[in-house]
């Protein structure tokens, strides 16, 4: 009993206050990433794979072309070209050889490792803003946050735009179903090529600023990506649909994928508040992602069940008018 009361005593809530605002800032910069995460999962149906290798590709990229002289806005956007690029390698190996989705993104992930091994040089570069100027840094987190918050505007009123297009259109009838797309004259191997080099795209672009926000570029920082974008796009999904319900549109709906990254981030932060051992942190994005994709599931379910019960009871009831008449 006295070491609970120890533990609990020992957490400090101005401790969580002080590190919330970087939880936001990060939780902002994945948030972009998972709306990458959000065209292939669920626009194109796609499970890619390749977003872990593409969000180190970015901060790799990013940071040998700082080092090498290359200013911040023209870094940043190879960056994004070097994303895109990964996205069309995934998108050539699964439309033209065949190979299934989920071992498409693999292959390439594998690949980018080596790759971006080969970029940097090294598996670590700095990239301090003392040295380089940045677009953001985990230096000033107010001005994190505000730049981050500027790009999901921008990035969110695109995707708006793009996917009511005729060649968006095409991307989203693609994912929902491409056997009447086919049918229909879709080129659907081209829709789904641009989807993968859009979403890998907005993948680097995201490491990219991530790698600028903690100062270095690491060849690992994207292990684990596909899981933390799955998060952000699931709970922000979930989050969503319980505010807005069937009044949520595709803008809200891409609005709640960088609030679902904050959440996660915030959830994460109470996880180390918490004191709970950092080895196991992937274990407890684990559970969150299990709750959150099985909580539509089974709220679904749920409702199923009390609709077919009253359904029965409502056939009984009347079974039994019938008979007292």
């Known amino acids: 009993m006295d070491g609970i009361i120890n533990y609990f005593s020992s957490l400090n809530p101005a401790v969580f206050a002080s590190q919330l605002p970087g939880n936001i800032a990060q939780g902002i910069i994945w948030g972009l990433m998972a709306l990458g995460v959000f065209i292939t999962y669920k626009l194109l149906n796609f499970a890619d794979l390749t977003v872990d290798g593409s969000f180190a590709t970015g901060g790799a990229v990013t940071a040998i072309l700082l080092i ?26 699964h439309t033209v050889l065949g190979i299934p989705d989920i071992l498409a993104g693999i292959l390439t992930q594998i690949a980018l490792y080596s790759i971006n091994l080969n970029i940097m040089g090294k598996a670590n570069l700095p990239i301090s803003y003392r040295n380089y100027t940045l677009i953001l840094s985990g230096s000033n987190i107010g001005r994190a946050i505000i730049v981050g918050l500027s790009f999901a505007v921008v990035v969110i009123g695109l995707m708006y735009w793009y996917f009511g297009t005729e060649q968006g259109s095409t991307i989203r009838s693609t994912g929902s179903n491409p056997a009447m797309s086919k049918a229909q004259g879709i080129n659907i191997n081209a829709a789904k ?21 903690q100062g270095f570029s690491d060849i690992n920082m994207g292990r684990g990506a596909i899981v933390i974008g799955l998060a952000a796009v699931i709970i922000g999904a979930v989050i969503g649909e319980a505010i807005f319900r069937k009044r949520a549109n595709f803008i809200i709906k891409l609005t709640f994928v960088i609030v679902g990254g904050i959440l996660y981030y915030i959830s994460m932060g109470i996880v180390l508040w918490l004191k709970m051992p950092t080895d196991d942190t992937k274990l407890f994005t684990a559970v969150i992602v299990a709750v959150f994709l099985a909580f539509p599931y089974l709220k679904n379910k749920s409702k199923n069940s009390f609709k077919r019960v009253a359904k029965e009871n409502k056939k009984t009831l009347n079974r039994e008018e019938k008979a007292d008449a």
């Open 68 to 93: 090498n002289g290359v200013p911040i806005w023209p870094a940043t956007l190879i960056a994004l070209a070097a994303g895109i690029l990964a996205g069309l390698v995934t998108g050539f190996l």
């Open 193 to 213: 090529v641009i989807a993968l080099a859009l979403s890998n795209g907005l993948v680097a672009l995201s490491g990219s600023l991530f790698a600028q926000y």
